[in-house]
């Protein structure tokens, strides 16, 4: 985990929580933390669901809803900092026009 920590001003009131990660590094624990654990049990049965990971603990919740996701994660990780979200089976989260960018396995 993370050894300093940030005071942050939360509506007239101070918290301290550690600081964010590095979005590279976030990527690169989530991606390790999905190839690794989660994968195996969701590739078969969750094509195109979306996966909500924190990065900190490996906790995570899947959903076919991007928001329902992350929202699950955060009822079972209140304190989670950072989320790692992907698609199962897909290469990128979202795509704008033409076909989805799937993975070629």
């Known amino acids: 985990m993370r050894d300093a920590e940030t005071t942050v001003p939360a509506r007239g009131r101070e918290t301290t929580r550690p600081p964010r990660r590095p979005h590279e590094e976030t990527a690169r624990l989530g991606d390790e933390i999905y190839e690794r654990d989660i ?56 795509h704008f026009w033409g076909r989805p960018i799937r993975s070629a396995e």
């Open 39 to 94: 994968r195996p049990q969701v590739e078969a049965d969750h094509q195109g669901e979306y996966v909500a990971i924190d990065v900190d603990s490996g906790s995570w919740a899947i959903s076919d809803d991007l928001r329902a996701a992350a929202k699950r994660l955060r009822t079972q990780r209140p304190g989670a900092i950072d989320v790692w979200l992907l698609r199962v089976g897909y290469r990128a989260l979202r």
